[in-house]
């Protein structure tokens, strides 16, 4: 089912203002075995050799499409990660996930297959969306292009669980990792370090308080999205790495454990 995801840009000069505002409302979201209200979230961002995905969102297309695998706070070979394909029409998401041991990662990118499954928790579908990601990762020639890693704290609504706020801040990045960099800090350099974003994901509409407490601080939404921001902050240094050939050869070495 897809949902609608709105974006924000604040100084974090207003995080604690607008926190206030909306704690009456909201409480923690610990999905996935989180026990606190801020965890690190790891994502590599796949494109193609001529960054399809990036421009795509540069241009404006209102159909667009992400490609990347996630993972939350510390290595762990044996924790759990994802690889997931979000689609985006307009202000609307959709998403398939894989869930995969770690350690399973570099034999599910050469086989297909995993050495140990796992419990879905509900994901449905797993089969058609290994086919979905590995249709793409072969047919494109996907190579691994940024590392993107934040703090997140998340919240639902108290009065609605299908409401959920995210607060992602510190944002920072690193080009053409490897796989095994998903749960490295090295080399990281920050994107943003002095804002933060605001997500609201939701199905139908904002809720009037929601609407009220963001008409105050004069927020104001935006097409964001957090690898293109990555990109532009960091690939001024050496352009030459961008192109089509280097990002392909990149991709034949990336998976190395």
Do not use: Q, W
């Amino acid at each position: 089912m897809s949902r609608l995801e709105y974006k924000y840009l604040f100084h974090n000069s207003i995080f604690d203002r607008l926190k206030s505002k909306l704690d009456f409302f909201i409480i923690p979201d610990y999905y996935g075995g989180h026990r606190r209200e801020e965890y690190i979230v790891r994502s590599i961002y796949y494109d193609t050799p001529f960054l399809e995905y990036y421009y795509r969102k540069e241009a404006g297309f209102i159909i667009r499409k992400k490609i990347r695998l996630r993972g939350y706070d510390d290595y762990n070979p044996e924790k759990i990660v994802f690889f997931e394909i979000k689609r985006k029409l307009n202000d609307r998401i959709f998403k398939e996930r894989i869930p995969l041991i770690f350690s399973d990662v570099k034999n599910f990118l050469d086989t297909g297959n995993v050495t140990k499954n796992i419990e879905t928790n509900g994901i449905l579908n797993i089969e058609k969306a290994k086919n979905h990601f590995l249709f793409h990762y072969y047919r494109k020639s996907l190579a691994p292009i940024a590392l993107v890693v934040y703090d997140r704290e998340a919240y639902f609504s108290k009065f609605d669980k299908s409401l959920r706020i995210t607060f992602d801040k510190n944002l920072r990045a690193k080009l053409f990792p490897v796989v095994n960099e998903l749960f490295s800090d090295s080399d990281l350099e920050f994107v943003m370090k002095n804002y933060f974003i605001l997500e609201v994901k939701f199905y139908n509409s904002l809720p009037e308080y929601l609407v009220k407490i963001l008409g105050e601080i004069s927020a104001t939404r935006l097409a964001l999205s957090k690898y293109v921001m990555s990109i532009d902050k960091l690939k001024g240094k050496d352009k030459l790495l961008f192109l089509p050939e280097k990002i392909i050869n990149h991709g034949r070495i990336a998976c190395r454990f």
